[in-house]
């Protein structure tokens, strides 16, 4: 049914009964917590936050489709003093003695600021394996079925990568999302290889293998990475790290596919081929990998023990990608 004139947009409404049954039953089976918030919710601070998000994220995800429109600019632009008002308003309740959403002093940890800084970079990256489906069902004529059935590989991938990772973690250290970004690299690189060599005539059989090296990179990157970061947080701030890197998450894999699918439109509106935009899109994938990467050399060789919500948060992680 197309319900609001929105042709597949509601099925999101599915969403809406399970998130108020997991409400209902958080309120009933969770016991409360033990150390009550001084100063209560930090209201202020979740708007002018949410504000600052939607200023960014609302025009790169519909400024396409809108033409670029002044205001979109206008708005991205906005997301700088909302983001300053949003950091005052963390300070001034720190000196009036009332808990913060985001205590600030918490990104002057090099494993944390760093860390969040790579996972931003890292997601962004993502983006153009989301263009991929778009190649293999608007440019190769595939149906949704034949697409996600030529995706599975990419679970498979994950669930290795992240089954050999972990044990791994504490001993390789920032080591560990360097081999998965490295092994990232070149599933790319061997996704670029097979279209530029295939064309029109790929077949799924041809993407199994660099689709499973993708993934085994996300399986070994993405969780480790994030088990890195949150060793920055001591247990007091451990819900809020975990808020923050994921909030990160959500903007890395939002803006990646916002900003590589308007280069990949913008390729086809120059009278580009569908192969030729794809090669291009996994191109920009590759280089925000290879930044990633490079960047993980300034993370700390030794981390600390993480929280315990740490390794609850890097499953989590996996599984979004999946």
């Keep these: 049914a197309d319900l609001f004139g929105w042709p597949w947009r509601p099925l999101f409404f599915v969403n809406v009964p399970i998130a108020a049954a997991a409400a209902v039953g958080a309120a009933r089976i969770l016991p409360a917590p033990r150390v009550t918030r ?82 931003l970079v890292f997601y962004c990256g993502m983006g153009a394996f989301f263009v991929l489906t778009l190649h293999l069902q608007s440019g190769l004529g595939y149906s949704p079925l034949k697409t996600a059935l030529t995706m599975v590989p990419a679970t498979v991938g994950i669930v290795v990568g992240n089954g050999l990772g972990m044990p791994l973690a504490p001993r390789l250290g920032r080591r560990l999302p360097m081999i998965g970004l490295a092994v990232l690299l070149a599933g790319t690189a061997a996704m670029i290889a097979v279209l530029g060599r295939y064309g029109t005539g790929l077949s799924p059989w041809q993407l199994v293998v660099p689709i499973v090296l993708y993934g085994a990179g996300l399986g070994l990157g993405a969780s480790s990475l994030m088990l890195i970061t949150l060793t920055g947080a001591g247990a007091a701030d451990a819900g809020a790290a975990s808020g923050v890197v994921n909030t990160v998450v959500q903007l890395g894999m939002a803006t990646g596919p916002a900003t590589v699918g308007t280069v990949f439109f913008s390729r086809l509106s120059d009278g580009r081929d569908y ?33 315990a919500t740490a390794h609850e948060e890097a499953a989590t992680a996996d599984c979004a990608i999946a």
């Excluded at 601070?45 to 519909?62: E, F, K, R």
């Excluded at 794809?278 to 960047?295: P, V």
Aim: charged share 15%.
């Design 38 to 119: 001084r100063g209560g919710v930090d209201v202020p601070g979740l708007v002018v936050l949410s504000a600052t998000l939607l200023a960014v994220l609302y025009p790169l995800v519909q400024g396409r489709e809108l033409g670029w429109p002044a205001w979109s600019f206008v708005l991205m632009a906005a997301a700088v003093p909302l983001l300053a008002w949003f950091v005052a308003l963390q300070r001034a309740r720190v000196r009036d003695g009332r808990e913060p959403l985001i205590r600030p002093g918490m990104l002057r940890d090099r494993a944390m600021a760093v860390g969040l800084s790579v996972m």
């Design 275 to 307: 192969t030729d935009a794809t090669q291009l899109s996994l191109l920009i994938g590759a280089s925000l990998f290879a930044a990633a990467l490079l960047a993980c050399f300034l993370l700390p060789r030794a981390t600390a023990p993480a929280p």
